[in-house]
C-alpha cells in the first residue's frame, strides 16, 4: 500500500524494527563502498566504476549518494593534504559516476563538499584541524577540472576568501589558483581579470604584503593574467592532462565535456536544504521567495492568469509551459534570459526555448522586439541556438500562407532583427525558391530585404550581405538574391513595412533603393 513521504520517514526513525533494519541495510551498503573506495587506484578504476554502477542499479540511488559521499569525505578530508594523483582518482571516479549513473550523483557529492568547506571556513583562524580545508578545496578545483561543476562555484569561493584575506586565506587561494587557475581564465576570463584586480587592491592594503605567500600568490596571478602557465611555481599539467585522457575513455557520454556540469552557486548549494534543489532533474525547488501569500493552496492570480493563457496557446507540455510562463512575467529580456538559463534544460529541452519564443512573437498582436532581444542573447551563447532558430524559421517560410498578416509582419521584423545583429546570417533565406514564390511569399521576402536595405544604416547594411561572400556554397543564393532585388526592388515601387500592410514608414525613394542594391551586390562579391 502507498505510504506518504512524511510517514516513511517516521517510520525509519521510530526506532522499530524497520529502522533497525534499515540501519544494517545502510552499514552492510557502506562497508561494500568503504572496500571498493579503499582499492581504488588508477589500474582498477573501471572495475571500481562498474561495480559502484551495479550498486547504483541495486540499490536505492539516495542510499548510495550517501553511503558514497560518507566514504569520500572520510578518505579524503584529513589533516594532512591529499597527493595529487590520491584526489584526481577519487574525483575521477565521482566524474565517472556523474555521466554514466546520472548528474545528481554529482550534485549530492558537490552539495556535501560545499558544505563542509562552509562548516570548515567557520572556525578559523586554521580552518578545520591541519590541512583539512585545503583537501575539501583540492577536491572542488579537480570535480571542476573534470567539468563536473562550472567556473561558478569555484568564483564565488574565490571571492569568500578574498573577502577576509587572512595570511590562511592567502594559502587556501594559492592551492585553488593553482589546480584551476587556467581552466577558470579559459571558461570565463572577464571573472577572472575582476577577481585579479580584487586580489592586487586587497594586497596593497595588507599587512601581509612583504610575506612570502604574498608575493608568491601575486606571481601566480601575475602569471594567470598574461595566460604563462610556465611561470605559475610548481604548476605541471601534464599529470591532470593523463587522467582527462581516461575519463573520456570511461564515460559512455557522445556529447561534449561539459554537457552536465552543475552550473549552481556557492549560495544555492548551502540554501538547498531550505529552497531545494532546483539543479536536479525532477527536484522541489522553491525559488525565490515573494511577497504574494496564497489563499486556501489557490495559485496567485497572476499565476492563474498566466497558466490559463499558457493553455490558451497551446503550450502542451510541462516544458513549454515552464517557458512560456517566464517569457510572460519576466521584467525585461536580460531577466528572462537568466530564469530561462535557471530552468535547467538539458540540450534537447532548450530547443523548446526557441520554438517558443519565436510563436509568441508571431501571435503579439503589435511587433515586440522584447522577443528579438531575447533570440539574439541566446545565439550568441550557444551555436545550437542558431541551428534551431534556422530550422523553426525555415518551417515559418514554408507555412507563410497559413500565417495571418500580423504573424507575417512579426517574422519579418524578427528576421530582420536577428539579421542585422548578426546573430543569425541572411543565409536562413537558402531554402527559399525565388523563382517559385506565390504572391504571399513574394511580399513577405520583399519586405524583409526592403527593410534590411533601407531601415539600417549603410555598415549595418554592407556587412549583413558581406557575411555570404567567403561562402562557395551560398553562390547560388547570392544570384538568386542579385537578381530578386533587381526585379522586385529597384525596378518596382518600395514595399510598406510590413509584408501585408500599406500604414507606416512610407516608400524610400527609389534611387537610394538603387544605390542600397549595388553596394549589396558589391558586398555579396567581395571576399
Given at each position: 500500500?502507498?505510504?506518504?513521504?512524511?510517514?516513511?520517514?517516521?517510520?525509519?526513525?521510530?526506532?522499530?524494527?524497520?529502522?533497525?533494519?534499515?540501519?544494517?541495510?545502510?552499514?552492510?551498503?557502506?562497508?561494500?563502498?568503504?572496500?571498493?573506495?579503499?582499492?581504488?587506484?588508477?589500474?582498477?578504476?573501471?572495475?571500481?566504476?562498474?561495480?559502484?554502477?551495479?550498486?547504483?542499479?541495486?540499490?536505492?540511488?539516495?542510499?548510495?549518494?550517501?553511503?558514497?559521499?560518507?566514504?569520500?569525505?572520510?578518505?579524503?578530508?584529513?589533516?594532512?593534504?591529499?597527493?595529487?594523483?590520491?584526489?584526481?582518482?577519487?574525483?575521477?571516479?565521482?566524474?565517472?559516476?556523474?555521466?554514466?549513473?546520472?548528474?545528481?550523483?554529482?550534485?549530492?557529492?558537490?552539495?556535501?563538499?560545499?558544505k563542509?568547506?562552509?562548516?570548515?571556513?567557520?572556525?578559523?583562524?586554521?580552518?578545520?584541524?591541519?590541512?583539512?580545508?585545503?583537501?575539501?578545496?583540492?577536491?572542488?578545483?579537480?570535480?571542476?577540472n573534470?567539468?563536473?561543476?562550472?567556473?561558478?562555484?569555484?568564483?564565488?569561493?574565490?571571492?569568500?576568501?578574498?573577502?577576509?584575506?587572512?595570511?590562511?586565506?592567502?594559502?587556501?587561494?594559492?592551492?585553488?589558483?593553482?589546480?584551476?587557475?587556467?581552466?577558470?581564465?579559459?571558461?570565463?576570463?572577464?571573472?577572472?581579470?575582476?577577481?585579479?584586480?580584487?586580489i592586487?587592491?586587497?594586497?596593497?592594503?595588507?599587512?601581509?604584503?612583504d610575506?612570502?605567500?604574498m608575493?608568491?600568490?601575486?606571481?601566480?596571478i601575475?602569471?594567470?593574467?598574461?595566460?604563462?602557465?610556465?611561470?605559475?611555481?610548481?604548476?605541471?599539467?601534464?599529470?591532470?592532462?593523463?587522467?582527462?585522457?581516461?575519463?573520456r575513455?570511461?564515460?559512455?557520454s557522445?556529447?561534449?565535456?561539459?554537457?552536465?556540469?552543475?552550473?549552481?552557486?556557492?549560495?544555492?548549494?548551502?540554501?538547498?536544504?531550505?529552497?531545494?534543489?532546483?539543479?536536479?532533474?525532477?527536484s522541489?525547488?522553491?525559488?525565490?521567495?515573494?511577497?504574494?501569500?496564497?489563499?486556501?493552496?489557490?495559485?496567485?492570480?497572476?499565476?492563474?492568469?498566466?497558466?490559463?493563457l499558457?493553455?490558451?496557446?497551446?503550450?502542451n507540455?510541462?516544458?513549454?509551459?515552464?517557458?512560456?510562463?517566464?517569457?510572460?512575467?519576466?521584467?525585461?529580456?536580460?531577466?528572462?534570459f537568466?530564469?530561462?538559463?535557471?530552468?535547467?534544460?538539458?540540450?534537447?529541452?532548450?530547443?523548446?526555448?526557441?520554438?517558443?519564443?519565436?510563436?509568441?512573437?508571431?501571435?503579439?498582436?503589435?511587433?515586440?522586439?522584447?522577443?528579438?532581444?531575447?533570440?539574439?542573447?541566446?545565439?550568441e551563447?550557444?551555436?545550437?541556438?542558431?541551428?534551431?532558430?534556422?530550422?523553426?524559421?525555415?518551417?515559418?517560410?514554408?507555412?507563410?500562407?497559413?500565417?495571418t498578416?500580423?504573424?507575417?509582419?512579426?517574422?519579418?521584423?524578427?528576421?530582420?532583427?536577428?539579421?542585422?545583429?548578426?546573430?543569425?546570417?541572411?543565409?536562413?533565406?537558402?531554402?527559399?525558391?525565388?523563382?517559385?514564390l506565390?504572391?504571399?511569399?513574394?511580399?513577405?521576402?520583399?519586405?524583409?530585404?526592403?527593410?534590411?536595405?533601407?531601415?539600417?544604416s549603410?555598415?549595418?547594411?554592407?556587412s549583413?550581405?558581406?557575411?555570404?561572400?567567403?561562402?562557395?556554397?551560398?553562390?547560388?543564393?547570392?544570384?538568386?538574391?542579385?537578381?530578386?532585388?533587381?526585379?522586385?526592388?529597384r525596378?518596382?515601387?518600395?514595399?510598406?513595412?510590413?509584408?501585408?500592410?500599406?500604414?507606416?514608414?512610407?516608400?524610400?525613394?527609389?534611387?537610394?533603393?538603387?544605390?542600397?542594391?549595388?553596394?549589396?551586390?558589391?558586398?555579396?562579391?567581395?571576399?
Amino acid at each position: 500500500w502507498y505510504v506518504p513521504p512524511h510517514l516513511r520517514a517516521a517510520n525509519t526513525s521510530g526506532g522499530g524494527a524497520d529502522s533497525e533494519k534499515k540501519a544494517r541495510q545502510m552499514e552492510k551498503l557502506r562497508k561494500k563502498v568503504q572496500g571498493l573506495i579503499n582499492r581504488l587506484s588508477e589500474s582498477n578504476m573501471q572495475s571500481t566504476s562498474s561495480q559502484l554502477e551495479q550498486l547504483y542499479r541495486e540499490n536505492s540511488r539516495n542510499d548510495m549518494n550517501a553511503a558514497l559521499t560518507e566514504v569520500l569525505l572520510k578518505a579524503c578530508v584529513s589533516p594532512v593534504l591529499l597527493a595529487d594523483r590520491f584526489a584526481l582518482e577519487h574525483t575521477m571516479l565521482v566524474a565517472i559516476l556523474h555521466s554514466n549513473v546520472g548528474s545528481e550523483v554529482g550534485a549530492y557529492v558537490v552539495q556535501a563538499f560545499a558544505k563542509k568547506l562552509d562548516e570548515l571556513l567557520q572556525k578559523p583562524p586554521n580552518y578545520g584541524s591541519g590541512r583539512e580545508c585545503d583537501c575539501v578545496l583540492l577536491l572542488l578545483a579537480h570535480l571542476y577540472n573534470y567539468k563536473v561543476i562550472h567556473c561558478l562555484l569555484v568564483y564565488d569561493i574565490i571571492r569568500r576568501l578574498v573577502d577576509s584575506f587572512t595570511e590562511r586565506e592567502v594559502e587556501l587561494l594559492l592551492l585553488l589558483l593553482k589546480n584551476s587557475g587556467m581552466e577558470i581564465r579559459r571558461d570565463d576570463a572577464t571573472s577572472l581579470k575582476d577577481i585579479i584586480l580584487q586580489i592586487q587592491a586587497k594586497s596593497a592594503t595588507s599587512s601581509l604584503n612583504d610575506s612570502s605567500r604574498m608575493r608568491f600568490m601575486l606571481d601566480t596571478i601575475s602569471a594567470l593574467r598574461t595566460n604563462n602557465a610556465r611561470k605559475i611555481p610548481n604548476y605541471d599539467p601534464s599529470l591532470l592532462e593523463h587522467m582527462r585522457k581516461l575519463l573520456r575513455r570511461l564515460v559512455r557520454s557522445t556529447g561534449p565535456a561539459d554537457e552536465g556540469q552543475l552550473k549552481v552557486s556557492l549560495k544555492d548549494l548551502l540554501d538547498a536544504d531550505k529552497q531545494g534543489r532546483w539543479w536536479v532533474v525532477g527536484s522541489a525547488w522553491s525559488g525565490r521567495e515573494t511577497n504574494t501569500t496564497k489563499k486556501d493552496g489557490a495559485l496567485p492570480t497572476t499565476d492563474s492568469w498566466v497558466l490559463d493563457l499558457a493553455r490558451k496557446q497551446r503550450m502542451n507540455t510541462d516544458i513549454r509551459k515552464n517557458i512560456f510562463c517566464v517569457l510572460m512575467t519576466s521584467e525585461d529580456y536580460v531577466d528572462a534570459f537568466e530564469k530561462l538559463l535557471r530552468l535547467g534544460l538539458k540540450d534537447t529541452q532548450e530547443r523548446e526555448i526557441v520554438h517558443v519564443l519565436v510563436d509568441c512573437c508571431l501571435q503579439e498582436k503589435e511587433y515586440n522586439p522584447y522577443y528579438a532581444f531575447l533570440g539574439q542573447k541566446f545565439c550568441e551563447l550557444k551555436r545550437s541556438h542558431q541551428v534551431t532558430f534556422q530550422y523553426v524559421l525555415w518551417d515559418r517560410f514554408k507555412a507563410l500562407g497559413s500565417l495571418t498578416p500580423a504573424n507575417r509582419s512579426n517574422l519579418c521584423r524578427l528576421c530582420s532583427h536577428l539579421t542585422t545583429s548578426r546573430a543569425l546570417s541572411l543565409a536562413i533565406l537558402r531554402v527559399v525558391e525565388f523563382a517559385e514564390l506565390d504572391k504571399i511569399s513574394m511580399k513577405f521576402h520583399r519586405s524583409l530585404l526592403h527593410s534590411l536595405l533601407c531601415d539600417y544604416s549603410e555598415a549595418t547594411c554592407r556587412s549583413v550581405f558581406a557575411r555570404l561572400a567567403p561562402l562557395p556554397h551560398l553562390k547560388s543564393l547570392r544570384d538568386e538574391l542579385v537578381v530578386f532585388m533587381r526585379h522586385f526592388l529597384r525596378d518596382r515601387a518600395a514595399p510598406a513595412p510590413g509584408p501585408d500592410s500599406s500604414a507606416g514608414r512610407g516608400e524610400k525613394p527609389s534611387a537610394r533603393i538603387s544605390e542600397r542594391i549595388r553596394m549589396a551586390e558589391l558586398a555579396m562579391r567581395t571576399v
